[in-house]
């Protein structure tokens, strides 16, 4: 898909990239990028978020191998045992899957990472997925890949010790990011018909 700067373009092309090429991302598209996070909304407008910025290779291999033992032992088994998502054939989910297993092995080679943290208890990210989504639409429209991925949290302490992150914050995801190997867009994603309802659970929404 050709570069865009139509936001419903961008969204509909912000594909999950995983697999990435090595070349460092300049400091400006990073600060673009980090700049559209802090823009988000947050309950009360508290911006209590911090953002980790991550390009040391000994810290990434360091945080980067739980992320492989999580995927190989748990959530790779887990998903192969499983059906194709909604909206893709079993040959294209084999695909996405192949692109999940890459990115397990290989976390760690992505130019930059960035950890969404936030103080206080762990909550329901109410206040930070924003800013994440803010973030990944910005890096699709600099033409930078990257994804959204928790499968750490499997190993969270052990994660978090070897990011650095302090007692009283907690991260939410690490969006490994640079620039991409395959193409943007476009995202495959059931029908509306098939997850909107029009007023009562159920009932189909007519203009769908």
Known sequence: MPETTDLFDIIRSTRSMRRLKPDPVPPALLAQVLEAGTCAASGGNQQNWRFLVIRDSAIKAAAGAFYTRGWHEGVGPRYRAGGSAPGTSPEKFERMLAAAEHLADHIHE?????????????????????????????ARALGLGATLTTLYLIHEKECE???????????????????????????????LAEVVYDDAWGRAWPEA
């Open 110 to 138: 992505a130019p930059v990472w960035i950890v969404p943290c936030q103080s206080g208890p762990r909550g329901s990210g109410a206040s930070i997925y924003p800013a994440v989504q803010n973030m990944l639409l910005a």
């Open 161 to 191: 010790a070897a990011m650095g992150i302090p007692e009283g914050f907690h991260s939410y995801a690490i969006l490994p990011m640079g620039f991409p190997r395959g193409t943007f867009g476009p995202v495959r994603r059931a029908p």
